[in-house]
């Protein structure tokens, strides 16, 4: 059964930072594309990154590029997302997904099949 777990989450000032890590079992993570995803109460689950499995094609969305890094380590079956100077609205509930069915990663989430359970992420004073 291909499981996806993240951890890293927690309580941090604005303008600090965290690192998300997903890791997987039972599949390796290399020959999927990889999604983060968050979503805050009341609100839609949002792409905020990707990279993809063929050729390392990275996508951030607007309201993260510059302070997020998506990164893959593949001797780790892991993939990260470093978040830095972080903001009260990037408060939310982190999901990384995987999938194997496109050449690219996209943020969208209907292009993603499996899901990781999530890790908060809380950034307040």
């Known amino acids: 059964q291909l499981q996806l777990v993240e951890s890293g989450g927690g309580l941090v000032q604005p303008g600090g930072s965290l690192r998300l890590s997903c890791g997987a079992s039972?599949?390796?993570?290399?020959?999927?594309?990889i999604g983060w995803f968050r979503q805050a109460p009341g609100k839609e689950r949002e792409g905020v990154s990707c990279i993809s499995s063929l050729n390392g094609t990275i996508v951030y969305a607007d309201s993260v590029k510059g302070r997020f890094t998506i990164s893959r380590h593949n001797a780790e079956n892991t993939v990260y997302l470093q978040m830095n100077n972080l903001k009260p609205d990037d408060t939310a509930v982190y999901y990384c997904?995987?999938?194997?069915?496109?050449?690219?990663?996209?943020?969208?989430?209907?292009?993603?099949?499996?899901w990781g359970q999530g890790t908060q992420v809380t950034v307040s004073s």
């Open positions: 039972g599949f390796t993570l290399d020959t999927y594309n």
């Open positions: 997904a995987a999938d194997s069915r496109y050449f690219f990663c996209s943020t969208f989430a209907r292009e993603y099949e499996h």
